[in-house]
């Protein structure tokens, strides 16, 4: 599979066969955004949660494109209710897709969307792609429980933000790599705006002194996994 990264927490996957997932694509409202939501095109569309910074331009690709979202359940309703095609999930279910088996985990943070309306419990999600593990955690502060998703599941590239303020910053970003333990540590959530302004190679850094690697995507880039 591929990986892109449109900055913020957006990325975009490619498997194998050519299916394309994205995941919390905030483009046309995002000023770090390297693309506009008229040049992406997706299968799926998978949300965290519904903040604006998360749900972005979802409505605009899905009604393009005829994307499936996959989301938990109160926010695929609130898709659903909107006219789009969902799949219902919930925290701690697995399911599997033409892409391969997606799960969503906890996440501490919020989940309302830009009209209020209650999007549920904020997620993480785990991704088993062409035999590859991705843990993309959605908006999250530190929980210990990262521990356990390492435990039961080895992750291949772990998606993780380091922006503080509204997430874990640098120093809780290193602690979750430490407990959940992928092969590589991947920053997000940072430099969108100046609330949330971080080094990423001071995480790169700190993350190189625990014996442990990471890769600090620019915006646009892709790289294979
Ligand atoms: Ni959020
Ligand atoms: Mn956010």
């Known amino acids: 599979?591929?990986?892109?990264?449109?900055?913020?927490?957006?990325?975009?996957?490619t498997t194998d066969s050519g299916l394309v997932i994205l995941i919390d694509p905030f483009l046309d409202g995002n000023p770090t955004s390297p693309t506009t939501s008229d040049k992406v095109k997706a299968d799926f569309i998978v949300l965290t949660h519904a903040h604006g910074d998360h749900v972005g331009d979802s409505f605009k690709i899905a009604k393009r494109c005829d994307s499936l979202f996959i989301c938990v359940n109160e926010l695929a309703n609130y898709c659903i209710s909107k006219g789009f095609r969902a799949h219902n999930m919930h925290i701690g279910?697995?399911?599997?897709?033409?892409f391969g088996t997606l799960k969503f985990t906890i996440a501490h943070h919020?989940?309302?969307?830009?009209?209020?309306?209650y999007g549920g419990e904020?997620?993480?999600?785990?991704?088993?792609?062409d035999g590859k593990v991705l843990y993309h955690t959605?908006?999250?502060?530190?929980?210990?429980?990262?521990?356990l998703i390492g435990e039961m599941t080895t992750i291949d590239y772990m998606l993780l933000p380091i922006g503080d303020n509204f997430t874990m910053g640098i120093t809780d970003a290193v602690k979750a790599v430490e407990l959940a333990d992928p092969g590589v540590a991947i920053p997000m959530h940072y430099n969108t705006f100046p609330v949330i302004e971080a080094e990423p190679l001071e995480f790169k850094q700190r993350i190189k002194k625990i014996g442990k690697r990471s890769i600090v995507m620019e915006y646009g880039e892709e790289i294979d996994l």
């Open 122 to 129: 904020p997620a993480g999600v785990i991704l088993s792609i």
């Open 110 to 117: 919020g989940s309302m969307t830009p009209d209020n309306t």
């Open 138 to 147: 959605g908006d999250t502060g530190l929980f210990y429980d990262m521990k």
């Open 93 to 98: 279910g697995s399911h599997k897709f033409d």
């Open 1 to 13: 599979m591929r990986l892109k990264y449109f900055s913020h927490s957006a990325f975009q996957i």
